[in-house]
C-alpha cells in the first residue's frame, strides 16, 4: 500500500504543481496517470505546441513546460503510479481514502486531489451495433499481449501510428494480416508507411482502402467482419480471429465519475470561494476537471487552484497547528532530499 | 467589423439562427460554445487544435470555406459519422464572407 499526504490523480500541468506547493508546507505527494508518462495532455497531445499565456513566460513548448515542472517540483519527490487508472475510491474508519487503480495498486491518503483534466485517454470505439457483444472474445482496442494472435487471423482498423505499427507487428506472428482504412493515405512515421507497403508487396499485409468495417458476426464469438468499400460500395466478408479498431484515444471522465461527486457539464462541482472542496470533504478537484461560476480551463488557474487546495489540505491535516503562507523569496525552498535553495544573504561589511 | 447570421442545427435538430462577431479572432466551435448549443466537454475538447472530432459539423449551404488542412484531414480520416460536407468546426473561422453559413452539428462519439 502506498501512503502518503496528498493523494493527487492527474499528472498534468496542475497535478505537478500541486505537488511544489504542497511541498512548501512539508506535504508529500504521490500521483496517478492513466498515461505511462507524467505531463498529461501536454505531454501526450500537443508537446510540441507553444503556450504563451504561462505568466513569466512569453513562449514555451507544452513539452518544455511539463520538463521544467517535474525539475521544480524533484526536491519534493514525488512518486508516481503511471499507466494505471484510479478506478475506486473508499472512506476507511480513520477518514482517510483508499484508491484503487486499474491494477489493484491501493493508496491511501487523507487528502485527494482530483487534478484529471479531461479524464482519463480511452480508445475511441468505433460505431458497430454488436462491438461491445464481442469484446475479449475477438474484440480488443489495444494490443495487450501480441502472443495471443499467433496463428490467428486478424483484421486491424485505423489509418494511424498504431494501426501501422501493429500491423507491421503482427505480420509476423499471425497467418492473416487485414489492415482496413477509410482512405488510401495513411498518417504516420514514413517508415511505418514504407515498411506497410512492402509487406503488403510480399503478401504479408493484405490492404483493403478505402473501406470501413461495417458489421460483425459470430455467434459465442468474432468469426467474420463485413468491410464495405467506400468507393464502390462492394461489401467484403472475412473470416476473421480477432477484430482490432486503433482509433487513437479520447478522454472520458471514466470511474470518478461514479465516486459520489456532483457532476455538472462533465466536469466536478467545487467550492471556488475557499479551496476547491468537492462536495466530499477532503476530496478537492481543480484544473480543467472543475467546474464553478466563471471556471477558466487554463493552465494558469489550475496553479492557483492548487495552490489554495494545498493550504486547506494543510489545515485538515493540521487541524491545531498554526501557519501563514512564507514566500519563497524569504523562505527558500527545503526539499526533502536534503536540498536547499535560498536568496543568497546579503553581507555586511564594510569597505575600506 | 461586423456580427454574421449564422444557422446552427444542434445535436437534437433544433434550428438556432445566430450572431456570430467576425472581430474576435472566433471559429465555428467557439460560436457552438458561446451560445451554449452543445453541452461544455462534448464539443471543443481538444480546445481547437484540430486533435479531435467532437466539433465536427456538416456544412449544408454552399459557401466557399478555407481549405482543409492536413491536420484537419487527418482527423476526419479517423472521426466517425463523416460524410461529404463534413469540417471540424473549430478550423472554420468567422469572417464576413461566412455570412448566412448553415450547419449541422454531427452526432456525439459514443
Known amino acids: 500500500m502506498i501512503k502518503t499526504d496528498i493523494l493527487i490523480i492527474g499528472a498534468g500541468p496542475t497535478g505537478l504543481f500541486a505537488v511544489f506547493e504542497a511541498g512548501l508546507l512539508q506535504l508529500k505527494c504521490h500521483l496517478i496517470d492513466a ?59 480513520d477518514d482517510t481514502f483508499l484508491v484503487t487503480t486499474n491494477k489493484g495498486t491501493k493508496h491511501n491518503a487523507p487528502i485527494v486531489a482530483i487534478a484529471g483534466g479531461l479524464g482519463s485517454f480511452e480508445p475511441r470505439k468505433p460505431q458497430l451495433e454488436n462491438l461491445t457483444q464481442f469484446e475479449d472474445r475477438g474484440v480488443a482496442y489495444m494490443i495487450k499481449e501480441p502472443e495471443v494472435y499467433r496463428n490467428k487471423k486478424v483484421v486491424i482498423a485505423g489509418g494511424g501510428d498504431s494501426a501501422l505499427d501493429w500491423s507491421i507487428f503482427l505480420a509476423n ?16 512515421a514514413l517508415d511505418s508507411v514504407e515498411k506497410v ?17 461495417i ?42 465519475a461514479d465516486w459520489g461527486l456532483e457532476i455538472e457539464k462533465n466536469a466536478i462541482k467545487v467550492d471556488n470561494t475557499l479551496d476547491y472542496q468537492t462536495n466530499i470533504p477532503g476530496i478537492y478537484a481543480i484544473g480543467d476537471v472543475n467546474t464553478y461560476p466563471g471556471k477558466l480551463k487554463l493552465i494558469l488557474c489550475g496553479f492557483h487552484e492548487a495552490t489554495l487546495m494545498c493550504q486547506s489540505a494543510y489545515q485538515r491535516i493540521h487541524p491545531d497547528k498554526k501557519y501563514v503562507m512564507k514566500y519563497t523569496t524569504v523562505g527558500g525552498v527545503t526539499g526533502f532530499d536534503g536540498s536547499k535553495k535560498e536568496a543568497p544573504k546579503a553581507v555586511v561589511k564594510s569597505i575600506e | 467589423m461586423s456580427d454574421i447570421k449564422i444557422k446552427i442545427t444542434d445535436r437534437d435538430g433544433v434550428l438556432h439562427e445566430v450572431d456570430a462577431p467576425t472581430d474576435m479572432n472566433m471559429n465555428l466551435m467557439e460560436v457552438v460554445r458561446s451560445y451554449e448549443l452543445a453541452p461544455e466537454g ?7 487544435m484540430a486533435m479531435c472530432a467532437s466539433c465536427q459539423c456538416y456544412v449544408k449551404s454552399d459557401h466557399e470555406l ?45
Do not use: W
Request: hydrophobic share 35%; proline share 8%.
Open chain 1, 35 to 93: 498515461l505511462p508518462q507524467p505531463g498529461g495532455q501536454c505531454a501526450e497531445i500537443y508537446p510540441k505546441k507553444p503556450i504563451y499565456d504561462i505568466p513569466g513566460f512569453p513562449e514555451v513548448l507544452a513539452g518544455e513546460l511539463v520538463d521544467n515542472l517535474m525539475e521544480q517540483i524533484k526536491p519534493f519527490q514525488p512518486g508516481f503510479t503511471l499507466g494505471e487508472r484510479a478506478e475506486t475510491i473508499e472512506k476507511l474508519e
Open chain 1, 173 to 188: 506472428i499471425a497467418t492473416e494480416v487485414t489492415l482496413v482504412h477509410r482512405r488510401n493515405e495513411f498518417r504516420g
Open chain 2, 42 to 48: 462534448t464539443i471543443g475538447i481538444c480546445g481547437g
Open chain 1, 215 to 256: 458489421d460483425l458476426q459470430g455467434k459465442e464469438k468474432l468469426e467474420k467482419v463485413i468491410v464495405r468499400k467506400t468507393d464502390d460500395s462492394k461489401e467484403i466478408d472475412l473470416e476473421v480471429d480477432n477484430f482490432i479498431p486503433l482509433f487513437g484515444l479520447s478522454p472520458k471522465l471514466g470511474p470518478i
Open chain 1, 197 to 213: 507497403q512492402e509487406l503488403k508487396n510480399q503478401g504479408k499485409i493484405s490492404l483493403i482502402t478505402p473501406a470501413e468495417v
Open chain 2, 66 to 110: 478555407p481549405e482543409k488542412s492536413d491536420d484537419e484531414d487527418a482527423m476526419l480520416a479517423e472521426a466517425f459519422f463523416v460524410e461529404e460536407n463534413s469540417r471540424l468546426g473549430c478550423q472554420i473561422h468567422m469572417t464576413e464572407n461566412l455570412d448566412g453559413l448553415e450547419v449541422e452539428l454531427a452526432p456525439e462519439e459514443g
